[in-house]
């Protein structure tokens, strides 16, 4: 009788075990499928066409214009259309900017993507050995022709206590700055602060 318990319970935790390393590999196949893809002018065009949405910085009629890592002013029509508030956008496929956290979350909500957590967007974006934008030697670019770090700013998933924190650093960073290139920089921002370098990227599935 207890030889025959022991089988059992043997058979029982090789089931388990079997079911724990399918259930791992499940995982893993899923979390390979995800990417991480910079929003665009042209996507965020399309999203308010459709849909009519009027960003933060338009209702208010100002926004956030960053002239360098350590200085900015505010400029009456700065939004996504008019960055810097003087003109528009010249490339469709630069990445959306003057956008604030919750026009990024009307976005995931009709593209039914999501924005992901800071830890997601690091994971992800360690493969990407294109050139990263930064230390202003280069303007914001399209997204299709340089790395995700730089470039402009990342807005992510709010942590536990509901902050936003900003990931990837942007086109003004550098090592001997605000060095948001590397994950441990920690900068936050509230849910309707947009900037001329601040946009966002979004969990997608790679087919």
Not at 20 to 39: A, K
Not at 115 to 129: A, I, N
Not at 149 to 175: H, Y
Request: proline share 3%.
């Amino acid at each position: 009788m207890a030889m025959y318990r022991m089988e059992v319970v043997a058979n029982f935790c090789w089931r388990l075990c079997l079911l724990f390393i399918v259930q791992v590999i499940i995982t893993s196949c899923e979390q390979s499928r995800l990417g991480l893809r910079p929003v665009s002018v042209a996507d965020f065009e399309k999203f308010v066409a459709q849909t009519g949405y009027v960003t933060d910085a338009e209702r208010y009629g100002w926004s956030i214009v960053q002239l360098d890592v350590y200085d900015f002013i505010t400029r009456k029509g700065a939004h996504w259309r008019k960055p810097n508030g003087l003109a528009a956008a010249n490339d469709p496929d630069l990445p959306v900017t003057q956008v604030s956290f919750n026009d990024a979350l009307a976005y995931c909500q009709w593209a039914n993507v999501r924005l992901p957590t800071y830890d997601e967007y690091w994971d992800l974006v360690r493969t990407d050995e294109r050139t990263i934008v930064s230390e202003n030697l280069y303007p914001i670019s399209a997204v299709d022709k340089v790395n995700i770090l730089g470039n402009v700013w990342d807005i992510t998933e709010p942590n536990k206590g509901g902050q936003v924190r900003l990931a990837g650093g942007s086109l003004f960073c550098s090592m001997t700055t605000c060095n948001g290139t590397v994950a441990d920089r920690m900068l936050y921002v509230d849910k309707e602060t947009g900037n001329i370098h601040i946009g966002f990227s979004v969990i997608s599935q790679i087919n």
